[in-house]
C-alpha cells in the first residue's frame, strides 16, 4: 500500500474565477453612482466617529487577539476563552492607547462578538447610573468604572421574564440589623439567563420584591456583592452557575442564581429615588412611579439605534454579492462584457431589488430613529434633573413599541438578506448566519416584542380619550394627539392623491399613516369603551395600533431627517439629499403596500390609488438602482466586522469563500481521522457481504 504524508493540508487549484471578475463587476458598480460616498458616511456617522473607526481599526486587524479566522470552526469553550482574553487585552489597549468610551465601543463593534463584559457596560452601569445615591456612587459606581467590580443585571427568573411584578424573588427588611434579606422561595424564582452571571460577575444588581413589616411594595433594585474578591467563589447563600448552550449569544455565560435568605447591608437597596429609612423600615416612594423606567428606557432606546446596523450590515453582505452573482441570460435585455453576452448580475431581476432595496431603505429609516431616540433620550435625563417628567411617559411609550418593530424589521431583515443569498447564503462564511444567531436575542430582551407593544397601545388610547374629552394638549413630542385630533375633525378624510407621483410628497404620505394610526385607535378604543371588550380580546388590534403608530414615527424622522440635511454644520450637498429623499419615499411606500389592508379597513384610499402605490415602489427600485452598491458602501463597514466572503469590499466573492474553506480544520489533512475507527470498517463490511453474494 503506497505511504503518504497525511498531514497535508488540502488547496484549490490557482485559477481564477471565470470572467467577468468579482472586483471588476462591483467597481463597475460604483462607477454608476449618482453622489459622493465619503459625504454620506460623514452625515452617517460624522468625520470625527470615521476617523476613530480607523484608528481602532488598525489595531483590531494587527493585534493576535483580536484575530477572526478560527471564529467560525470555533466550539463554545474555545469561543469563550478567546473572549475573555479579547476583553482582556482591550482593557490593556485603552489604558496603552489612552483610548476613551467611544474608541472602545467601536473596538467591540468591529469584533463582533458577544463579551462576557457586556451585560456589565450596557445593564449594571447604566442602572447604577441612574438610581444610585452620592454615596452608593462612591460605593459602586466608581469601582465598576475600574472594572474593580464586574456586574450583571439579574431580572428575569426561571418562571418569570416580562412580567416584573411577578417576580417572585423577594427582599425582606430585618430592622433589627438594617439589613434586606434576600431569598428565592421556589425553584421558579431562581434568576434566570442573566448575562455575565455564570461565571464572570462579582456584583449585581437584583431586581427583587420589597417586603417591609410583611407589606409587599413591589420591585426594587439591589447592588449586590455575589462572589467573592479573593478566589471568585459565590458567597455563601447563592447557588450560581451557567444556564448552558443556546441557540446563539454563546460568548455570553448567561448564567442562573438562587437565594437562600441571603443578608445584604442596608446601603443594598438602590436609593436615589425609593428609600427605606434605617430602623424604622419607613418607605419612602418615588416622586414619580415611572422613575423605574429610565434604565429600561436607555437600553430600549439604543436597541433600536442598533437595529439600523444591524440592517445595515445585512443590506451591505447581500447587496454587495448580488452585485457579483450571475444567474442565468436575460433574453429580453442581456447583458454585455466587452463583446461577449454573460450572464445576469442578479442584481438586475426586479424580485431580487424587491427584497433588498428596502432593506437599504430600512437602514437608512432606521438610523434617523435611533438618532431620534438617544436625543429624546438624554432630553428626557436632562428634563427630569430640574424635577419635569412630562416627557418620560411618551418616551416609554415609543421606546417599547419601536423596541418590538425595529428589531422585528432587523430579524426579518437579516434573514431576507441571507436567502437572497441563495445557496451561499447557508454558508457561514456568508457572515450572515451567526450574525443572525447572535442578533436574535434582541426580540427577547428588554420585553418580549409579542408583548411590550401594550404598553405603547395603552398610551395611544389613554391620549385618544384626552383628545375626545378636550382634555389632551399638543407637544412637539407627541406626535400621538396632533394626528388624532386631524382625524377627529374629518373622520372621513379621502387620499388626495391624483397620480403615482402625488405619492412622492411627505405631506400626503404622513397624512395617510397619520390618518391609518387614528382610524385604528378609534376603533379599538370603541371596541374596549363602548362595547366591553376585554384586553386580551383585543390584543391582536393593540399590536396593530401600536406598529401603525411606530411607522408613522420612523417615516416622520426619515422626512424631517432629510430636511435637516440642509440645515446646520452637517448640510448635505443636493446629490446626497436627492438618494436619501428617494429612499425615503420608497420606504414609506413599501410599508404602505406591505400594510394595505389597513389602509383599505381605513377607507383612506381608491383601488386606484392601492395600484398607484405599487407602481410607486416598482418605479423607486429603479431610481435606486444604480446607486445601490454605493447606498451600502456609505454604511463604511469594513471587511474585518463582515467577516464574510460574499460582502467583501473588493467584489472577489469566490476566491475568499475558497481560502476559507482551505481553513476548515477538516482540511487541514488528506485523510479524516475517523477513517481507520469508522468508515474503513464500514467499507469492509460491505465488501465481506459483497464477497459473499459473489459466491451464491
Not at 427605606?276 to 415611572?290: F, L, T
Amino acid at each position: 500500500m503506497a505511504t503518504f504524508n497525511n498531514n497535508t493540508p488540502i488547496k484549490f487549484p490557482n485559477l481564477e474565477p471565470r470572467a467577468p471578475l468579482g472586483q471588476d463587476l462591483i467597481q463597475a458598480e460604483r462607477a454608476k453612482a449618482s453622489f459622493d460616498v465619503k459625504a454620506m458616511s460623514k452625515f452617517l456617522y460624522s468625520e470625527e466617529w470615521l476617523a476613530k473607526l480607523d484608528k481602532v481599526l488598525k489595531v483590531m486587524e494587527t493585534d493576535p487577539a483580536f484575530d477572526k479566522t478560527q471564529r467560525y470552526f470555533q466550539g463554545r469553550a474555545e469561543r469563550i476563552r478567546d473572549a475573555y482574553a479579547k476583553d482582556k487585552r482591550l482593557l490593556e489597549i485603552t489604558e496603552e492607547l489612552k483610548w476613551d468610551e467611544t474608541d472602545r465601543q467601536i473596538a467591540n463593534l468591529l469584533y463582533d462578538q458577544a463579551s462576557p463584559y457586556h451585560l456589565h457596560y450596557v445593564m449594571f452601569m447604566p442602572t447604577l447610573e441612574g438610581q444610585c445615591n452620592e454615596e452608593q456612587r462612591k460605593l459602586f459606581l466608581e469601582p465598576a468604572k475600574r472594572m474593580e467590580i464586574i456586574g450583571c443585571y439579574a431580572q428575569t427568573e426561571l418562571g418569570h421574564g416580562s412580567n416584573v411584578q411577578g417576580l417572585e424573588t423577594t427582599a425582606t427588611y430585618i430592622p433589627e440589623t438594617n439589613e434586606f434579606e434576600i431569598h428565592s422561595p421556589h425553584l421558579s424564582s431562581s434568576k434566570w439567563w442573566i448575562g455575565a452571571l455564570g461565571k464572570t460577575a462579582n456584583y449585581a444588581v437584583v431586581m427583587a420584591r420589597l417586603i417591609i413589616h410583611g407589606k409587599d411594595y413591589g420591585s426594587h433594585t439591589f447592588c449586590v456583592q455575589i462572589r467573592s474578591m479573593e478566589d471568585h467563589r459565590p458567597l455563601p447563600g447563592l447557588t450560581i452557575g451557567d444556564i448552558g448552550p443556546k441557540f446563539g449569544y454563546n460568548t455570553v455565560d448567561n448564567g442562573f442564581m438562587m437565594f437562600d435568605h441571603f443578608r445584604v447591608p442596608h446601603i443594598s437597596l438602590l436609593a436615589r429615588y425609593a428609600q427605606v429609612k434605617p430602623g424604622s423600615g419607613e418607605y419612602i416612594k418615588p416622586p414619580n412611579s415611572k422613575l423605574s423606567y429610565g434604565g429600561m428606557v436607555y437600553v430600549r432606546a439604543n436597541i433600536v439605534n442598533g437595529t439600523s446596523h444591524a440592517l445595515a450590515r445585512a443590506a451591505t453582505v447581500s447587496v454587495r454579492y448580488a452585485a457579483v452573482r450571475r444567474q442565468f441570460v436575460d433574453a429580453a435585455s442581456p447583458r454585455k462584457w466587452g463583446n461577449e453576452t454573460i450572464e445576469t448580475s442578479v442584481i438586475d431581476y426586479t424580485m431580487v431589488q424587491y427584497r433588498l432595496f428596502p432593506l437599504i431603505a430600512s437602514a437608512y429609516a432606521l438610523q434617523f430613529t435611533g438618532r431620534e431616540m438617544i436625543r429624546l433620550y438624554y432630553l428626557n435625563q436632562e428634563a427630569m434633573k430640574k424635577g419635569n417628567f412630562e416627557l418620560l411617559a411618551d418616551l416609554h411609550a415609543s421606546s417599547s413599541g419601536l423596541k418590538s418593530l425595529c428589531t422585528f424589521m432587523a430579524v426579518e431583515g437579516i434573514e431576507e438578506a441571507r436567502r437572497s443569498c441563495g445557496g451561499h447564503g447557508y454558508s457561514m462564511f456568508s457572515g450572515l448566519g451567526d450574525f443572525y444567531k447572535n442578533y436574535l436575542p434582541n426580540l427577547t430582551v428588554e420585553g418580549d416584542n409579542h408583548m411590550i407593544f401594550q404598553q405603547t397601545s395603552r398610551y395611544l388610547l389613554k391620549t385618544y380619550r384626552n383628545v375626545i374629552a378636550g382634555t389632551g394638549k399638543a407637544s412637539e413630542h407627541n406626535l400621538t394627539f396632533t394626528y388624532l385630533a386631524q382625524y377627529m375633525q374629518n373622520p372621513k378624510a379621502k387620499c388626495p392623491a391624483q397620480t403615482p407621483d402625488d405619492f412622492l410628497n411627505p405631506e400626503v404620505i404622513l397624512n395617510a399613516f397619520g390618518f391609518r394610526a387614528a382610524y385604528g385607535i378609534a376603533k379599538v378604543a370603541e371596541q374596549i369603551d363602548r362595547h366591553g371588550r376585554s384586553w386580551n380580546e383585543s390584543l391582536v388590534d393593540l399590536q396593530r395600533i401600536s406598529r401603525a403608530h411606530c411607522q408613522y414615527m420612523i417615516v416622520r424622522n426619515f422626512f424631517i431627517g432629510i430636511q435637516r440635511a440642509n440645515e446646520g454644520s452637517q448640510k448635505l450637498d443636493l446629490p446626497e439629499r436627492k438618494i436619501l429623499q428617494t429612499l425615503s419615499y420608497l420606504f414609506a411606500l413599501n410599508v404602505m403596500e406591505r400594510e394595505l389592508a389597513e389602509f383599505v379597513m381605513a377607507n383612506y384610499f381608491s383601488p386606484v390609488q392601492l395600484e398607484m402605490v405599487k407602481v410607486k415602489v416598482l418605479d423607486l427600485l429603479k431610481a435606486i438602482r444604480p446607486d445601490a452598491v454605493t447606498l451600502v458602501d456609505a454604511f463604511a463597514l469594513p471587511d474585518y466586522l463582515l467577516h464574510s466572503a460574499l460582502g467583501r469590499y473588493d467584489g472577489n466573492v469566490y476566491e475568499s469563500l475558497c481560502r476559507m474553506a482551505e481553513a476548515e480544520p477538516l482540511n487541514q489533512t488528506v485523510v479524516i481521522d475517523t477513517y481507520e475507527s469508522s468508515i474503513k470498517p464500514t467499507i469492509r463490511r460491505g465488501q465481506q457481504k459483497g464477497a459473499a453474494a459473489s459466491k451464491l
